[in-house]
C-alpha cells in the first residue's frame, strides 16, 4: 500500500525498530543523524523510485533517521513480504544487492567529498551526482530537473556552512556551468560540471543503466603514489 506525508515528515527515528521497506513514489526524501551537541549530518538523498534501507530489517534498531524533505508519496513494503518475494525470485534478489552496492558507492563518495575535495568540487560533484541519479529515472528534461532542497539541506549533506553554499552557488551561476533556482537544478554545460567536480560516473552505473544517458566524458582519476 502507499500513503501520503507532508514535507519534513520523520519516517522512523534513530532508535525505533526498523519497520516496512519504503519506496518513494513522489517527492523527495533523506536519510540523517543527529549529533549529540545537536547538529544535523544529511548521509542522503531519496527521490521518486528510491528504496529505503532493505538491509536494516536484520537490526534491532534504526542508527538513522530517514524523513520527507517535501510532499511524498511513499510505498511500504511490509519486511516479510519483501524477504518473500527475495525467496521467491532470483531476479529481484540480485536487483536487491545491486541497488544496496549503488548505495554504498554513494556513501564511500561522500566520505571522499567531505574528507578530501574541496568546496567548488564537493557542490560540484552533489550537482552531478543527483542530476545523474534524475536522469536514471527519467526525471530529466531539457537540462533541467526538480531539486526541492535548500541550501541548509546541502550545507548539512556536504559539510558547508549555507554561507558557503550559497557562495559556490552563485560562482557556478556566474561561470554559465549551472543554476540552482526556485526548486530546479539547470545544468548548462555538463562536460564542465563534471571536469569541475572530477565526477567519475563508475558508482552509479547501475542506476544510469535504466535511463537515457548523457554524452559526456567522465573524468577518470589518476592513480596516486602514497604519502
Same mark, same amino acid.
Given at each position: 500500500m502507499d500513503r501520503c506525508f507532508?514535507?519534513?515528515h520523520d519516517l522512523i527515528r534513530e532508535g525505533d525498530e526498523p519497520g516496512p521497506v519504503f519506496v518513494f513514489?513522489?517527492?523527495?526524501?533523506c536519510r540523517y543523524k543527529i549529533l549529540p551537541e545537536g547538529g544535523r549530518q544529511i548521509l542522503a538523498f531519496m527521490m521518486p523510485g528510491d528504496f529505503c534501507d532493505m538491509?536494516?530489517?536484520v537490526l534491532d534498531e534504526m542508527d538513522h533517521s530517514i524523513a520527507t524533505v517535501t510532499a511524498a508519496r511513499i510505498a511500504m513494503i511490509p519486511r516479510v513480504k519483501m524477504e518473500d518475494m527475495l525467496h521467491l525470485s532470483p531476479a529481484i534478489t540480485r536487483a536487491f544487492w545491486l541497488m544496496q552496492l549503488v548505495d554504498l558507492g554513494v556513501a564511500r563518495s561522500w566520505i571522499a567529498s567531505i574528507g578530501r575535495r574541496g568546496s567548488m568540487e564537493r557542490v560540484a560533484h552533489l550537482m552531478c551526482e543527483l542530476y545523474f541519479r534524475?536522469?536514471?529515472f527519467c526525471l530529466v528534461k531539457d537540462g533541467q530537473c526538480s531539486m526541492p532542497l535548500s541550501? *541548509?539541506?546541502l550545507a548539512d549533506a556536504l559539510g558547508l556552512t549555507p554561507v558557503h553554499v550559497n557562495r559556490v552557488l552563485r560562482r557556478l551561476k556566474a561561470a554559465g556551468v549551472m543554476s540552482l533556482d526556485k526548486k530546479a537544478l *539547470?545544468?548548462?554545460d555538463i562536460a564542465q560540471l563534471v571536469r569541475i567536480a572530477g565526477f567519475d560516473d563508475t558508482y552509479l552505473q547501475r542506476r544510469l543503466g535504466s535511463g537515457p544517458r548523457q554524452?559526456?566524458? @567522465?573524468?577518470? @582519476?589518476?592513480s596516486a603514489v602514497p604519502r
Open positions: 507532508p514535507a519534513k513514489l513522489e517527492g523527495w526524501g538491509h536494516t530489517s534524475a536522469n536514471a541550501q *541548509i539541506l *539547470i545544468i548548462s554524452t559526456i566524458i @567522465p573524468v577518470r @582519476p589518476q
